[in-house]
């Protein structure tokens, strides 16, 4: 009996050791914590009143669990997240206070790939990276109401000189607008190069969707004279001047991620030239449209279940 539990314990540490061995180097095909359990699937507490943001905001360090995006992009969390590096080759993570540089291993990946290709460009040395998620993901305290299950990154429009920015600096630091007659048309900081880098992360087959004023996509379609099926996932919003926003698919597996519906079909062109019509000529407003719904803040109970494990977890 003691050789049998022996034996049964040399093979447990044998195949322990291959599963460590044969793990890859690149974010996106390693968990944050290889070999932590997996975030539970059970239902949400309807009686936890708890303000989620309140929860998820405060909470500074990632989960100890298996990488895991949950629930939607706007109305979830992240287990297992990875953080970027403040600094790498072709990149700078900004605004450090926020501690909003974490997210799933395949935004990370992407971010970094999407840098290199931006390295490569005339007058950029690589990409400034604005909000990515919070080490859990969650409703902020302020800002985004999306970027809360690690798959969402904010791209600055500033084009990188340098790629030595002090802690400081990267507080003091701000990004470029891009727009003019209030995001109807580009301005004169809007380069050949932009284009081209957004040409880049919407072809990438992780990409589900980008956002950008709307004078900036009516501006890449009278430009684009080759493939423009890229074009479909540049989506026109408001805000989106000074970085644009770079939304992923949920990864393969990711059971418990809610995918967005993907853009309708052909280039956008059309709807956002209709964008621009309307910053130049707003229609009046509807005397008979019904007001807004007032809403309040997102409870945990509002949160997949598995959020809950999250927060609690290590």
Not at 52 to 67: N, P
Not at 144 to 150: D, K, P, R, V, Y
Not at 151 to 168: F, V
């Amino acid at each position: 009996m003691v050789r049998t539990l022996v034996l049964i314990s040399a093979c447990l540490l044998a195949l322990a050791s291959c599963q460590r061995s044969s793990g890859t180097s690149t974010a996106s095909t390693q968990n944050a914590n290889p070999g932590a359990p997996e975030a539970s699937a059970a239902a949400a507490d309807p009686s936890d009143s708890r303000v989620a943001k309140d929860v998820f905001g405060y909470l500074s360090t990632a989960s100890v669990q298996t990488s895991e995006p949950i629930g939607g992009y706007s109305r979830g969390c992240q287990a297992g997240a990875v953080q970027l590096p403040e600094t790498g080759p072709t990149w700078q993570a900004m605004r450090l206070s926020r501690n909003r540089n974490w997210a799933q291993p395949i935004t990370v990946d992407f971010v970094q790939d999407l840098s290199r290709f931006a390295a490569s460009l005339p007058g950029w040395e690589g990409l400034y990276i604005g909000d990515m998620s919070q080490p859990r993901g969650g409703p902020m305290l302020s800002g985004h109401a999306s970027h809360q299950i690690g798959l969402d990154a904010d791209i600055w429009m500033l084009p990188p000189q340098r790629l030595d920015l002090s802690t400081d600096q990267r507080e003091q630091i701000s990004s470029i607008s891009m727009q003019r007659a209030e995001g109807a048309y580009t301005n004169d900081r809007w380069t050949a190069q932009h284009m081209a880098l957004l040409r880049q992360a919407a072809s990438d087959p992780r990409v589900a969707r980008i956002f950008v004023f709307a004078g900036a996509k009516v501006a890449m379609c009278n430009a684009e004279t080759g493939d423009r099926e890229w074009l479909s996932k540049i989506r026109p919003w408001w805000g989106h001047h000074y970085h644009f926003h770079v939304r992923l698919n949920c990864p393969p597996g990711a059971a418990g991620c809610e995918d967005q519906a993907p853009p309708p079909p052909g280039d956008g062109c059309a709807e956002a030239q209709e964008w621009v019509d309307n910053i130049l000529n707003p229609p009046p407003p509807d005397p008979n449209a019904d007001p807004a719904p007032a809403r309040g803040p997102v409870t945990m109970a509002q949160l997949p279940g598995a959020c809950q494990d999250v927060a609690r977890s290590n």
